[in-house]
């Protein structure tokens, strides 16, 4: 269930329900889980917990560690967690939730807007094994997401930038009129626009997400549509570990649609000049569009993918702005 809010303190009327509470955030972003403990009783709050949000610490480690913090507090079966913070956040807060006491309510209070539109929504939770994203998790879906504009405010450009992808990757795949406009707003902008129109457009990449979440939970059918860019994009986080500049996860998203339409147009599924105009769309906004290291570097990443099976991986295709299909490839032929 998605909940839009218009500042933070609507979330605590129904937060101040539940008896037992327990907050997760990201440390950078301690204000806003002060916001929300002042509009708690201290009876509820059993525990307010930092951590420190990056894609290294994204472990079964760190996972342990925030688990035992969790049976410090005496946190019960009874309680809800409320994760606040961005997609690593949200992740491992949610995984978390899913295995303690084999599973205990989490909500999402999401500060990036990658994770408004698309980490927060529709209970994927888990943790990196050996720089591979995610390889160890579970579906636990959230009892709510909230969405409020107010901490967007304060995103650094190059993290509001990375929400932007998934933002425009979801209108891809259903929305085309939407992608537009989003283009067009936010196209030669250095910064995220404090508009209405901004908070619409994420709002409605969240319902679209939900809707395919709530058709397909278990991720067997339309929902791996949202997987566009992301064979490529999680192949390239895995292949760049530790190197001096690598790509954010949303940038990487950027690169990996480019190269899914460049793969589509080869196969003779996307329209042509799609991966032209993806790319010339991607840079006015201020995404990456070319991939930094060779392709055939990526193979053994892809077949280690979540989505590979048998030999072939699960591929989404852009056929046009509004349209993707779903394709089985082996990886060779993805190359």
């Known amino acids: 269930m998605i909940r839009v809010l218009d500042h933070l303190a609507d979330v605590c009327p129904w937060l101040c329900r539940e008896p037992e509470i327990v907050l997760v955030h990201d440390r950078n972003v301690a204000w806003v889980a002060e916001a929300v403990v002042s509009a708690l009783t201290p009876e509820s709050l059993k525990a307010c917990i930092a951590v420190d949000a990056s894609e290294a610490g994204k472990t079964l480690e760190e996972a342990g560690v925030l688990g035992r913090k969790l049976l410090e507090a005496d946190v019960s079966r009874g309680a809800l967690l409320l994760a606040i913070g961005g997609g690593i956040t949200t992740d491992l807060a949610g995984f978390v939730a899913s ?46 997401t909230f969405l409020c504009p107010e901490p967007l405010r304060t995103l650094p450009e190059r993290e509001w930038r990375c929400g932007v992808a998934e933002m425009l990757k979801t209108f891809l795949i259903a929305d ?29 990449a969240a319902e679209i997400k939900a809707a395919m979440v709530q058709e397909d939970p278990y991720d067997q059918g339309i929902r ?30 950027a690169v990996g649609m480019v190269l899914a339409a460049q793969l589509s ?13 993806l790319e010339l769309d991607f840079r006015a906004v201020g995404l990456p569009t070319t991939c930094p290291i060779p392709p055939q570097e990526l193979l053994e990443a892809m077949r280690k993918d979540k989505k590979a099976a048998g030999g072939a991986i699960r591929f989404v295709l852009p056929v046009r702005p509004g349209e993707v299909c779903l394709r089985n490839l082996s990886a060779e032929a993805i190359l």
Request: glycine fraction near 10%.
């Open 99 to 144: 295995i303690y006491k084999r599973g205990i309510r989490y909500a999402n209070l999401p500060t990036t807007l990658l994770g408004q539109v698309d980490a927060a929504i529709g209970g994927k939770t888990g943790v990196n094994l050996d720089g591979y994203k995610n390889e160890l998790g579970a579906f636990h879906m959230p009892e709510c």
């Open 224 to 253: 791996m549509k949202l997987n566009l860019g992301h064979t490529f994009a999680h192949a390239l986080e895995a292949v760049q570990t530790g190197m001096p500049a690598p790509l954010k996860h949303g940038e990487a998203v």
């Open 265 to 277: 147009e080869r196969l003779g599924v996307a329209e042509k000049g799609l991966a032209a105009r």
């Open 176 to 204: 085309a009129d939407a992608y537009t406009q989003a283009v067009d707003l936010l196209a030669c902008v250095k910064s995220a626009p404090d508009s209405h129109r901004l908070h619409e457009l994420a709002i409605r």
